[in-house]
Nanobody, 128 residues
Framework: QVQLVESGGGLVQAGGSLRLSCAAS????????MGWFRQAPGKEREFVAA????????DYADSAKGRFTMSRDNAKNTVYLQMNSLKPEDTAVYYC?????????????????????WGPGTQDTVSS
């Protein structure tokens, strides 16, 4: 089991920015596809962004394109989600996820079933 811990969530005004971080345990982080998902009150969990093992490929939900950027630093066992131009509808609990069990997926996937370990989540609230 890989331990994941999100940080960087908080309260921000509409139009502002937040940067989320997700730190992972283990010595094989560099082979994991990583993803960000979110869940708003009364809504189902939805895909936000994914990045492949090397960071050379990313994928975003339509709602995130042009505003959010996912990146990773394998030397630090950390992935990031830079969120700009935030809107009230971005308010949600954001979860970090890892494809941390073999076979390891070499691309990106928006499917939650592709991910094996999840962080506890961090609350992002965007006020109007």
């Amino acid at each position: 089991q890989v331990q994941l811990v999100e940080s960087g969530g908080g309260l921000v005004q509409a139009g502002g920015s937040l940067r989320l971080s997700c730190a992972a345990s283990g010595r094989t982080f560099s082979v994991y596809m990583m993803g960000w998902f979110r869940q708003a009150p009364g809504k189902e969990r939805e895909f936000v962004a994914a990045i492949n093992w090397s960071g050379g490929s990313t994928d975003y939900a339509d709602s995130a394109k042009g505003r959010f950027t996912m990146s990773r630093d394998n030397a630090k066992n950390t992935v990031y989600l830079q969120m700009n131009s935030l809107k009230p509808e971005d308010t949600a609990v954001y979860y970090c996820a890892a494809d941390s069990r073999p076979p390891y997926y070499s691309r990106t996937s928006p499917l939650s079933s592709r991910y094996d370990d999840w962080g506890p989540g961090t609350q992002d609230t965007v006020s109007s």
